[in-house]
């Protein structure tokens, strides 16, 4: 294991005391590992509860996409393990943010968007306005940061109206749409893939 971290509520500064602590990690296989038919996992669960760990290539495939849990990985102040290799990946955040970052925080909140009158929980619109300001300020700025504004608390315990808390979501897609800021148009993987060769070469 070379990193592991507290995600989620707890990280963003909107925990109560029924949130649960999501735990997300990276570990790295022995290269010799690799060489046979059968791959080391991609991912892990456990020990500890909550805890799910990605391979550090698998991780990294991920990041490129833009995943928001493995970005979130990177960036989250409650650090429980980080060992210089780990400090190392998240030294490489930059590589892996871009505009296409922001498009696909926005595509993965407009599905959620479009159930809002149906079946969607306070909970969840709540964490889709909260992507959203990240990525508007991702796009404005180059920087990743999530920690929140506790006033979308008001949005999961009910005390903003719903049609107020939809038309926010909403008016953060069409700032996002407009906004222009310093980040590239996609990550840079072949940065991200050299590091993870020299990982697997010292890993030997």
């Known amino acids: 294991m070379i ?4 995600i989620g509520s707890h990280a963003y500064g909107l925990a109560s005391e029924q949130s649960d ?6 570990f790295v296989a022995p290269t010799e590992a690799f060489w046979r038919f059968e791959k080391p996992p991609t991912s ?9 760990s990605w391979e550090v290539e698998h ?12 970005l979130e990985t990177l960036v989250s102040p409650l650090t429980e393990i980080s060992t210089p ?17 922001v498009r696909a925080f926005t595509r993965a909140t407009e599905m959620q968007l479009s159930r809002a009158g149906r079946n969607l ?9 909260r992507l959203r300001l ?4 991702l796009l404005r ?10 006033e979308l608390l008001k949005i999961r315990r009910e005390e903003m109206p719903w049609d107020d808390a939809v038309a926010w979501a909403h008016r953060l897609g069409d700032e996002i749409a407009e906004a222009k800021g310093p980040l590239p148009e996609d990550p840079d993987r072949a940065r991200v893939e050299d590091w993870v060769v020299s990982v697997r070469r010292r890993m030997l």
Do not use: W
């Open 3 to 6: 990193l592991q971290v507290v």
């Open 21 to 26: 602590v999501d735990r997300r990690g990276v």
């Open 44 to 52: 892990v669960e456990g020990p500890e509860p909550e805890l799910l």
């Open 59 to 70: 991780f990294c495939k991920l990041g490129l996409k833009s995943n928001p849990t493995v």
């Open 85 to 101: 290799m780990g400090e190392e990946l998240r030294e490489l955040l930059p590589a892996f943010l871009s505009q296409y970052a």
């Open 121 to 129: 929980k306070p909970k969840q619109l709540m964490h889709v306005v």
């Open 134 to 137: 990240v990525g508007l300020n």
């Open 141 to 150: 700025t180059g920087r990743y940061d999530i920690t929140a504004d506790r």
